[in-house]
T-cell receptor, first 112, second 118 residues
């Protein structure tokens, strides 16, 4: 079982719709969860992080965390074509190393 | 957010040569930096964790004698790919973890270095 799993997509949504990106993780002791956006040929850009159960909102983005189900998601409201990218879920590995384990990413395509 | 730079942004070299990639945190100090490699259409794979003033910690399967890491200051880490071969061609990305007040381990990424070995 992979440590961090994401559907590779592509996830296609029309402009203005809500895009829902999902991620599951295997280490129940994981404490911090991150969403990064990566445009083709570029390095990842941090969108937001979450560490408590529930929702965290930042502009058009909402991260949702459910530790009991080992599930974290990212909602993008009013999706724009410029949101088209690969979204990477990353989980902080429990322990002293501060490593992040990345999922394979979900490709989002927002159709104008 | 914190700014991380990498140099060079791309490099083409002949097989057997060595290539050095620099990673700098521009507006913060980074006790810990990370080196990743990303092949086309694949996710980031952590190669090693670079700790200022001590030896790097390499992930399983990464040859420490081939990928030399030096973290001589709180703002600079270098990765040297020694005796590069075509299979080392990849996108190398560093990240830095803000040292102070960072309870959640956010990592900020550099722009990446695309290495092509002929």
């Amino acid at each position: 079982q992979k440590e961090v799993e994401q559907n590779s997509g592509p996830l296609s949504v029309p402009e203005g719709a809500i895009a829902s990106l999902n991620c599951t993780y295997s280490d129940r002791g994981s404490q911090s969860f991150f969403w990064y956006r990566q445009y083709s040929g570029k390095s990842p850009e941090l969108i937001m992080f979450i560490y408590s159960n529930g929702d965290k909102e930042d502009g058009r983005f909402t991260a949702q965390l459910n530790k009991a189900s080992q599930y974290v998601s990212l909602l993008i409201r009013d999706s724009q074509p410029s949101d088209s990218a690969t979204y990477l879920c990353a989980v902080n590995v429990r322990g002293a190393t501060n490593k992040l384990i990345f999922g394979t990413g979900t490709l989002l395509a927002v159709q104008p | 957010g914190a700014v991380v730079s990498q140099h060079p942004s791309w490099v083409i070299c002949k097989s057997g040569t060595s290539v050095k990639i620099e990673c700098r945190s521009l507006d913060f100090q980074a006790t810990t930096m990370f080196w990743y490699r990303q092949f086309p259409k694949q996710s980031l794979m952590l190669m090693a964790t670079s700790n200022e003033g001590s030896k790097a910690t390499y992930e399983q399967g990464v040859e420490k004698d081939k990928f030399l890491i030096n973290h001589a200051s709180l703002t600079l880490s270098t990765l040297t790919v020694t005796s590069a071969h075509p299979e080392d061609s990849s996108f190398y990305i560093c990240s830095a973890r803000v040292t102070s007040g960072n309870a959640y381990n956010e990592q900020f990424f550099g722009p990446g270095t695309r290495l092509t070995v002929l």
